[in-house]
Nanobody, 129 residues
Framework: QVQLVESGGGLVQAGGSLRLSCAAS???????IAWFRQAPGQEREAVSC????????AHVDSVKGRFTISRDNAKSTVYLQMNNLKPEDTGVYYC???????????????????????WGQGTQVTVSS
């Protein structure tokens, strides 16, 4: 099973940028790697996803135009570039992976966290107003 380690979180002012990294090790046969986030007292929600099979990506509407997901296969690392951050982007960001899932632009916003088999420990992102 794949191991996922997130990094890059921190404290930033509104309008600022952060880049999160998700490093994968172990058995890396996963197709879909996604970022989720969870604010205090709220459910974990999908943010962005990238498919190994064809490189396609999916983002939820609230981050479109601000967040970009990408991957470096040589480094087995997925990145989440977050620009123009807003206070409502605050939360713990988790990296998740699954062998069989395919993230489509239409379906990804409704995907459940339970559909992903592997998870990292999370990294805190705090955006101050």
């Amino acid at each position: 099973q794949v191991q996922l380690v997130e990094s890059g979180g921190g404290l930033v002012q509104a309008g600022g940028s952060l880049r999160l990294s998700c490093a994968a090790s172990g058995a890396t046969f996963e197709n879909a790697i996604a970022w989720f986030r969870q604010a205090p007292g709220q459910e974990r929600e999908a943010v962005s996803c990238i498919n190994r099979s064809d490189g396609s990506t999916a983002h939820v509407d609230s981050v479109k135009g601000r967040f970009t997901i990408s991957r470096d296969n040589a480094k087995s690392t997925v990145y989440l570039q977050m620009n123009n951050l807003k206070p409502e982007d605050t939360g713990v960001y988790y990296c998740a992976a699954d062998t069989f899932l395919y993230c489509s632009e239409d379906d990804f916003p409704r995907v459940s966290a339970s559909e992903f088999a592997s998870w990292g420990q999370g990294t805190q992102v705090t955006v101050s107003s």
